[in-house]
Every structure is written in structure tokens, then in C-alpha cells.
């Protein structure tokens, strides 16, 4: 078996490994690369592999940065079979066709003003609707701890990662002429405690363990906090006459801090603010949340048994229209807006920076990871002035950051989770994969500490054999 990596290799974007055996191609996740815009541009457009000798690819979650570029596996002519769960394929019907929308209006934007100043270039979007719309003849959904075929040899059974709705850990069983190799690949992995997903599961039997690194060397506040710091920053924000804006990924985050403010509310402790999540994906993505109540873990199920809807209260209006969007420009008075994109790269969320960012009375707090040479980054660092739209703007609203709200595991999250397997099976092989230089180095140590003998942290197209 060859396992390469083709993105998402000492980076955390555009998730995309080749498993090749005998012959034979099955591709996990097919994400789009987010960073740098030339690069992005460039990476994206064109796959590093031939779609029409693909024959299967398996999707661990609907997030873009593993799914997104799968209308471009299309476009290339991919006749294989996506594997997803029920929930991931759902989301992937909203969120591949928002990217297309996305992409779409990049490149008229781009040509729009080629043409305004006599440039004769024009660009094609990366992709469109239709290659969205394409995939879904392609999709098998296959619910969790069910085993079936992926290709002749290859079996595969998906299992709850507990980082988004419908998120999975991929064991994939492959036999080959001299033997068989249990692969484990944790897609992203999510941590115990969250309040709406299940905690993730232990596969049994692996042995070579392709694992995320996101947060390999930090460590996040821990979850039963969480409520009390939101509360703090948006009481804190109140007093000052302030608006809090929340930059969240459309899937997970929003609907955890939702679920977070809707506790509060239950509870009587939120103050009297209007909330609004100004998304209209995020609206979408909380509808299918509701269609999926299997994925919900003991929390929430009691929650509703008890209080209703999780993710709806008198003060917290959604937003879909771009005539109700821009009204909130005009907002007086304390408020919260919750909006998309999670790393400030695109959406409505760069209207309501660009509109409070200046002003101290405000909090942007932020909830997710932000990614090198993004906007967001760029806000984490503090940095004094951030160009938004092209025009610098000062850094003068409250800055915080809850990793506490992260969906994904820490450095001890991945550990145990690596030691739990290793329980489990024998672990004869560690590789990292989904993050940056430095926290995979000092994960690798931490892995090398506790006896795991071989941890890898291969770089984007390096091949490893696994014999
Ligand atoms: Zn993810």
C-alpha cells in the first residue's frame, strides 16, 4: 500500500491523501486549499492526480477545506463513488453549491474590473453549480459503524469523530496479496465534552494511524467554561455600549455558540440583546442540524426534551436577505452578529468588520482557528491596522480569542486518542497530516515520548510505503 499526501501536508488547508493498492486509487477527502490567494488560485483549479483513474473517494466531513474541492474532482471527469454519512452529504448539498456561488462571484468580480480598467483577461470561476450539482449522482451515504466495500479488497467503516455534524473517522480495511492493513485516518477529530456531538469513537485493530495535528501543541480552555466566558465578553460589551462580532464557519461553530447563548438564555442570564446570525448558510446548515437529531449525544437530546429548540429564542433573529444584511450596518445600540466566513476571507462577515472594527466600544471575538495569511490571522495577532476591502482600517475594537469553542482535539486530545488506539491495535505507523510546522513537530515529540516508534510528517505529494 502507498499512502500520498497531496494537501493538508504540514499545512491545514485543502485536506487530500491518495491510498493506492494494487493498482488501485481510493482518495481521502478532496479538499480546497485556502491560504494565499495566487496559491489558492493555482492549487485549486488543477488536481494533482488524473480524476478519471480514481476509483473511489471517501469524505470524512463537510467542511470546505476537506470537501471543497470535489466539484473540481467532477469537472475533471470523475466516474467513481463518494462516500459519506447521511449528515456529511446533506451539509455537502449547501455547502458545494455556496462554494460554487462563492467562486462564481470571485471571477465576475475579478473580470468586472479587468474590464473596467482595459485589462483583456478574464478568468473562469474554479467551478460552478453544476459541477456542485454533478456530485450528488455520485454520492452512496453510509451511516456510521457500517461496514461496507469500497473497491475489491477494500472495506471501509466510517465512525463518529465528534468534530461537526456527521464528521467520521475512516477505518479502512485493505487486502493485499502478502497482507492486510487496518488504516485509521481521524479526518478531523473532535473533542469529548462537546455539547451537541457525541464524543469520538476508539477504532480497534490499527495500525497505521493517519491523524490530524491541528492543535498539536496547545491546549484549549476546557468546555464546561465556555458559557461563562461568553457570557463575560458579551456582558463586558454590553457595558460599554458595544456590538460583539463573532467570525464562525457556518457548520458547528455557529450552531455550538448558538446552542451556548440559548443555554444562557434558558438560564435567564443573557442579557436583553438582539442576536443575529447573518448567514444565509449557516441558516441552511441549521435547518439539516435539526434533521440529524442521531448525531445528537445526551446533552442536547435533554436539553430539547426539556427547554424545545436548541437554536432558537426570542433574541436571536437569522438573517438571509441582503436587504435585512444591510440594515444591520445602521444597528444602534448593544448587539451580537454572528456571520460567516470563520476566517474573515469572504461573506457578510467583512461588511461588519469593516464597520466596527475602529471603534473600541466593540469585541470581535474569535472562535475558530485562523489559518496563516488570512484576515482573521491577521486580527488574532493584533496587528494594528488590517486592510479589509482593500482599505486599512485600525485595530481599535476588543480582540478575544476562545479556543474553547474549538471543534477540534488539543495536544492531550491527540495523544490519548493515539494511546487509546494503540490499546486497541498495534499502531506501527503515526503520520501527521492538517497542521502547521511547528505544533506537528512538537506532537511528533510528544508521540516519540510514549513509545510510538515511527511518526511521520510527510510533506505535501511525499509518498510513503507501507509494507
Ligand atoms: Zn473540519
Known amino acids: 500500500m502507498r499512502l500520498t499526501f497531496l494537501g493538508a501536508a504540514q499545512t491545514v488547508t485543502g485536506s487530500m491523501h491518495m491510498v493506492e493498492t494494487e493498482g488501485r486509487?481510493?482518495?481521502?477527502?478532496?479538499?480546497?486549499?485556502?491560504?494565499?490567494?495566487?496559491?489558492?488560485?493555482?492549487?485549486?483549479?488543477?488536481?494533482?492526480?488524473?480524476?478519471?483513474?480514481?476509483?473511489?473517494?471517501?469524505?470524512?466531513?463537510?467542511?470546505?477545506?476537506?470537501?471543497?474541492?470535489?466539484?473540481?474532482?467532477?469537472?475533471?471527469?470523475?466516474?467513481?463513488?463518494?462516500?459519506?454519512?447521511?449528515?456529511?452529504?446533506?451539509?455537502?448539498?449547501?455547502m458545494l453549491r455556496d462554494a460554487a456561488f462563492i467562486q462564481t462571484q470571485d471571477a465576475g468580480y475579478i473580470n468586472r474590473y479587468n474590464e473596467k480598467h482595459g485589462i483583456p483577461d478574464r478568468v473562469e470561476p474554479i467551478y460552478e453549480e453544476k459541477d456542485a450539482i454533478k456530485a450528488f449522482e455520485h454520492f452512496i451515504s453510509v451511516p456510521y459503524r457500517r461496514s461496507f466495500p469500497v473497491i475489491d479488497g477494500v472495506t471501509c467503516t466510517m465512525l463518529d469523530a465528534g468534530h461537526v455534524l456527521g464528521s467520521a473517522i475512516v477505518v479502512l480495511d485493505v487486502k493485499e496479496q502478502k497482507r492486510k492493513i487496518r488504516l485509521v485516518f481521524t479526518g478531523d477529530l473532535g473533542r469529548v465534552k462537546m455539547p451537541i456531538l457525541n464524543d469520538p469513537e476508539t477504532p480497534a485493530g490499527t495500525q497505521v494511524l493517519i491523524t490530524e495535528s491541528t492543535y498539536g501543541d496547545r491546549l484549549h480552555d476546557p468546555i464546561e467554561e465556555m458559557d461563562q466566558k461568553l457570557l463575560d465578553v458579551v456582558k463586558r460589551t454590553v457595558a460599554r455600549g458595544g456590538k460583539v462580532i463573532v467570525p464562525s464557519f457556518a457548520l458547528?461553530?455557529?450552531?455550538?455558540?448558538?446552542?451556548?447563548?440559548?443555554?444562557?438564555?434558558?438560564?435567564?442570564?443573557?442579557?436583553?440583546?438582539?442576536?443575529?446570525?447573518?448567514?444565509?448558510?449557516?441558516?441552511?446548515?441549521?435547518?439539516?442540524?435539526?434533521?440529524?437529531?442521531?448525531?445528537?449525544?445526551?446533552?442536547?437530546?435533554?436539553?430539547?426534551?426539556?427547554?424545545?429548540?436548541?437554536?432558537?429564542?426570542?433574541?436571536?433573529?437569522?438573517?438571509?436577505?441582503?436587504?435585512?444584511?444591510?440594515?444591520?450596518?445602521?444597528?444602534?445600540?448593544?448587539?451580537?452578529?454572528?456571520?460567516?466566513?470563520g476566517m474573515c476571507e469572504a461573506g457578510r462577515i467583512l461588511h461588519h468588520l469593516n464597520n466596527h472594527i475602529e471603534d473600541r466600544r466593540n469585541t470581535i471575538l474569535i472562535v475558530g482557528f485562523q489559518a496563516e495569511h488570512t484576515l482573521g490571522r491577521r486580527i488574532v495577532e493584533r496587528r494594528q491596522t488590517v486592510k479589509i476591502f482593500g482599505v486599512a482600517r485600525e485595530v481599535n475594537a476588543e480582540v478575544v480569542v476562545l479556543h474553547g469553542f474549538s471543534a477540534h482535539a488539543d495536544r492531550d486530545d491527540l495523544l490519548r486518542f493515539g494511546r487509546a488506539c494503540r490499546e486497541r491495535g498495534s499502531v506501527e505507523q503515526v503520520v501527521l497530516v492538517h497542521g502547521e510546522p511547528e505544533p506537528q513537530q512538537k506532537l511528533a515529540g510528544l508521540f516519540g515520548d510514549n513509545g510510538f516508534p515511527r511518526v511521520a510528517i510527510p510533506k505535501t505529494k511525499e509518498t510513503l510505503e507501507i509494507a
Open 25 to 94: 486509487r481510493i482518495l481521502l477527502d478532496c479538499g480546497m486549499f485556502q491560504g494565499r490567494r495566487r496559491e489558492s488560485n493555482e492549487r485549486n483549479r488543477t488536481l494533482p492526480f488524473s480524476a478519471k483513474k480514481l476509483d473511489a473517494l471517501i469524505l470524512s466531513h463537510a467542511h470546505i477545506d476537506h470537501s471543497g474541492s470535489i466539484p473540481t474532482l467532477m469537472k475533471a471527469g470523475f466516474e467513481g463513488t463518494i462516500f459519506a454519512t447521511p449528515a456529511t452529504r446533506d451539509l455537502c448539498a449547501v
Open 252 to 341: 458547528e461553530r455557529a450552531q455550538e455558540i448558538i446552542f451556548a447563548l440559548r443555554r444562557l438564555q434558558a438560564h435567564r442570564e443573557l442579557p436583553r440583546i438582539p442576536i443575529y446570525v447573518d448567514s444565509p448558510l449557516t441558516v441552511k446548515i441549521t435547518d439539516i442540524f435539526k434533521l440529524h437529531s442521531e448525531s445528537f449525544d445526551p446533552e442536547i437530546r435533554g436539553f430539547m426534551a426539556d427547554e424545545g429548540d436548541p437554536f432558537a429564542f426570542a433574541d436571536l433573529r437569522y438573517v438571509d436577505s441582503v436587504e435585512d444584511s444591510r440594515k444591520l450596518n445602521v444597528l444602534d445600540g448593544p448587539a451580537m452578529i454572528i456571520s460567516a466566513s
